[in-house]
């Protein structure tokens, strides 16, 4: 029994990237009901992070350390910002290599949005994407029959990489946005914790689920692409196909919509450069990715079988280069933002680390 859990454990290792050293206190992994009706099985979370083996610990420790004689990870400088750089409001850098200055705490609750895994503390942006995610909340709702957005990782309070997840989300320009609706009365912090995602596909894992995946959906992100300030959208390239199929004539916004590993039960807003500090992505071509692109894609999806998990006490996994930033491969602005003192908040912008009880049963 305790050698299938630990198989479990490797092979859900294996499927998610880096797992930094707050994956030493894991985030417990309980099956919370979701709170809408969940029309398929949920599917756990890639930012979900299993408990590490005593091998793996020690892998990490000893990468840590190696580092520390010449200086530490920024990884683990940023990761320990609890607030914002009280600064002008700047994204510096690429999105996968840079920070943010300024950054803005969008609030835990909305009239059009509820922020999940508040204990991540990673609802922070640019400005102006605070701004974009509410403009998009409120027009889900009012115009595209949408309940109300559930918001995943933007950024952490200074931007720059982090312990878990994600290779970029790193200059407060990123956005993840559940495609589970909000539910209509408010999450407690440990169900915004603990509950799962519904993945749109199907069981083929290269096709969406039609009674899962909506016109709503659609609706959705064809709304999020609609703003000129949103450069990019992600979603699995199944989701791309679906929307290929069912854009009709208008078909302008599906060249902002990339096929991109992952994103299933969620999709990612990316919005561009709005400052001199960060780099431009090449402007969108005009093609609408729905031909030999997205069919690329899906092969490529479809050929990707879940490794079998190693045996108990194997090799750990070794993280890659690309993780192992330090501050000298930053833009040499973002020491300054994680040096500068922290912005004071307004009490409802405060983050709220730790989950509140909850009444309901687990
Ligand atoms: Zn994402």
Redesign the pocket.
Known sequence: MHRVRFQILILALLVTSFPGLSALKAEPNRNVPAPVAARRPVVPLPQQKPKLSAAQVAAIKKQQKQHKKTEPLAKILFGAKKVAAALPPRAVGWYSKGCLAGGEHLSDNGDAWQTMRPSRNRAWGHPKLIALVKRLAHDAQTKDHWPGLLI??IAQPRGGPMLTG?A??QVGL???IWLTPMPNRVLSYRERDNISAVSMLDNTGVAVDPKVFTPEHVALIKRAASYPEVERI?VHPAIKKALCNAAGTDRAWLGKVRP?W??HY???VRIGCPNGGCRHQPPVTGEDGCGKEVDEWLKRVAKVKPEPPPEPGGKPMVPSAKRMVTMEQLPTECRAVLNAPAVRLVKEDQPKPKPEQTTAKK
């Open positions: 995943g990782d994600h970029s989300h990123d956005a993840d992600f991109l992952g994103h969620h999709f990612h």
